[in-house]
Structures are given as structure tokens and as C-alpha cells.
């Protein structure tokens, strides 16, 4: 007898993995570090996110994204499923952030 379960609900990390996700178009929203050394392995991030149209935000400090996967530090996530309860709160985080970030011209 087979037991299913369902997909578990996880925080994607790791610069190639996020990259690979924003290119097909499967992240909800990225995040990205703001102290990540050297800065040219995220520089690019945002202007992808903007081509493919995720939203990404920019947050201090790459050791709180490490905390969320139990790393010591992580240079970017990306969400890419949230349970049907938290649906909604990720709605308003993406629109947010695409207002703040994406479509704003000044960050370019």
C-alpha cells in the first residue's frame, strides 16, 4: 500500500540552483543578500529577475538568509511553492517588492 504525501514546501538556495529556477520561470520571489563578496556573483541577479519578471528584494545581510536553511551564509534564496494559507501574505510580498524593486527605475 503506498502512502502519499505530499511535496514538501522548501526555500531553494544556492546562487546556480536560484539562477536556474528565475531562468525557467519557476521562483516566486528571490531574495538576495546585500553583503555578498565579491559582489559580481549577484551583480547580474536583479537585471535577470527583471527580464523574466520574478520579483526580487535586497536584504541586509547574507548570514540571516544562511539562518533560514541552517547554513552559515547564504548570497540568495528563492520561493518557489507556499502552502495555500500563506498564498495570499506572498501575493502581497511579490507585488511589493516588484513595485520597490523591479519596476522602480532608479535601482537600475
Known amino acids: ?18 539562477t536556474t529556477l528565475v531562468e525557467n520561470k519557476l521562483a516566486k520571489l528571490v531574495v538576495i543578500a546585500h553583503d555578498v563578496d565579491p559582489i559580481e556573483l549577484v551583480c547580474w541577479l536583479p ?3 527583471r527580464k523574466k519578471d520574478v ?3 535586497i536584504i541586509k545581510g547574507k ?3 544562511g539562518q533560514l536553511v541552517h547554513k552559515k ?4 534564496i528563492a520561493l518557489t511553492s507556499v502552502s495555500k494559507e500563506d498564498q495570499k501574505d506572498l501575493e502581497t ?3 511589493n517588492f516588484k513595485a520597490q524593486f523591479n519596476d522602480n527605475a532608479e535601482v537600475r
Open 93 to 95: 510580498l511579490a507585488t
Open 1 to 18: 500500500q503506498e502512502v502519499k504525501s505530499k511535496k514538501p514546501q522548501v526555500v531553494k538556495y544556492g546562487l546556480n540552483h536560484v
Open 55 to 57: 520579483p526580487y528584494c
Open 47 to 49: 537585471a535577470l529577475c
Open 63 to 65: 548570514s540571516r538568509l
Open 73 to 76: 551564509a547564504v548570497s540568495c
